[in-house]
């Protein structure tokens, strides 16, 4: 085993190379045992016949749309604003910087409530709606409202960072070369930051997917209609323990191979950068 | 011909400066860094807006706020070649020739023409297909250089095209531009720090200093106390 800078073959270094060892193993057992748990806590037959259950199919189904069109949202109406936002200077551009990062910081339950708040039947925007018929909360609408307001901004600070990185010169060259500001940016600045903003979008897939706090609290739980796979992970926790179960072995699964991909980009974007 | 009144306040002093350069004619700028150098070319170029001044093209103006005239970047037809040559790495040495072209929406065949002659008087004929990003730094600076001139600009500009250049590159890129300058018969500004690229390609040497052009002439008669002090 090698420390940078250390070589831990000299009797003398035995105590930091057991400590480091420790370390190492008491942090991984730390983070991986709960998710080990949940895989010994069922069996294949019990997991594939829970999975055909209407409420896991429902909430599966449920999750993964809901999660599809935030994400869809956020990259569409996200990239241009992350472009926009890195190349004009505006008043109170700070001010939109903070913003951007708040729903990170915010725990979820208040983002849920303000959102309420906001677009609830008596809310400052959803009273007015409401006189024209449109109902926002508790339907599957806020569950992608919730889910956009606490993932936008995974996306959104991956996109600024790679804007504010990228080498003016090639955009400056595709203008006096004749292309127009949409050009250059479809052309250029897209296909050369287009790794980064994958990775950026699949980590916001996985924080809509995953989102509870903010659904639970602005969109309730109403099976089929608001009810993701966190809040049946929930229900089936006090009601059915298999389910909940599965649900969560679902998620784990999917989790993993988010991380995977973010993984896999990010070392393929390694050597361009 | 290329007119330029140029004035505009930088962070730490003014540009101050108005030159022309004529067909055929190569204009080194030299200076030291922060001197107003890029500055200038981008003005020229429309990627920045001079407080004052003007800058006419082959009798057209350019820019002139006083009037309100500003010709978008796109509409100039100026072949400008960055320091870090900006090839784009995604695309290949022939879509990079043909970016311009295509922008312009000339008819496919003719684009195809228009990069085929591009690549044989660059000398990148076994490079055609590859991806511009795996070039060496003086096969990037000929792919740039040829993506600029098959616009047919009026103008061609390069910030510092040698600095980075081995010997050998940096002798094909000066011969190429030369060449390139005479055949289209349109002015050149080049700007370098070294004054052996004014005596090698240079018609004229315009040296400035914190924004102001402090001398003026033919490469050869540069004074060597004049180049110490403003070009390191």
Known sequence: ?273 | MLEAVIRKQLRDFPLDLSFSVGPKEILILMGANGSGKSTTLNIIAGLLQPDAGSVCLDNITLCDPAQGVCIPVEERRIGYVFQNSAVFPHLTVRENIAYGLRARRLPRNEIAGHVDRMIELMHLEDLGQIRAGNLSGGQKQRVALGRAIAIRPALLMLDEPFTSLDAESSRTVKDLTRMVVDELKIPCIIISHHITDGTDIGDRVLLLHSGKPVWGGRPEDIPGDVSVCHCR
């Open chain 1, 1 to 273: 085993m090698r420390i940078t800078g250390i070589t831990l073959g000299k009797k003398r270094y035995i105590p930091t190379y057991i400590a480091a060892c420790l370390l190492i193993v008491v942090v991984t057992l730390y983070l991986a045992l709960p998710v080990i748990a949940l895989f010994f806590r069922t069996t294949p037959e019990l997991f594939w016949t829970s999975l055909s259950d209407p409420l896991v199919i429902s909430a599966l189904w449920l999750s993964l749309t809901t999660s599809v069109i935030s994400l869809v949202v956020v990259i569409l109406v996200g990239t241009p604003f992350a472009y926009i936002h890195c190349r004009a200077t505006y008043p109170g551009k700070v001010l939109v910087d903070t913003l951007i990062d708040l729903p990170l910081v915010l725990p979820p339950a208040v983002a849920g409530f303000a959102l309420l708040v906001l677009y609830g039947r008596m809310g400052l925007i959803g009273r007015y709606l409401n006189m024209m018929g449109i109902s926002v909360a508790f339907t599957t609408l806020a569950v992608i409202m919730a889910q956009i307001f606490v993932a936008s901004p995974f996306y959104l600070r991956q996109a600024k960072s790679l804007f504010e990185q990228f080498d003016q010169s090639y955009e400056h060259t595709a203008r006096t070369l004749g292309a127009s500001p949409l050009r250059t940016f479809m052309t250029i600045t897209l296909p050369l930051t287009a790794g980064g903003l994958v990775s950026g979008a699949v980590m916001t897939f996985g924080r809509a997917l995953g989102e509870f706090g903010a659904t639970i609290m602005f969109a309730g739980n109403l099976p089929g209609v608001t009810q993701t796979m966190p809040l049946a992970v929930y229900v089936g926790m006090e009601h059915n323990f298999n389910l909940g179960l599965t649900i969560s072995i679902l998620l784990v699964i999917l989790s993993f191979a988010i991380m995977i991909t973010v993984r896999l980009l990010t070392r393929k974007e390694a050597p361009r950068a």
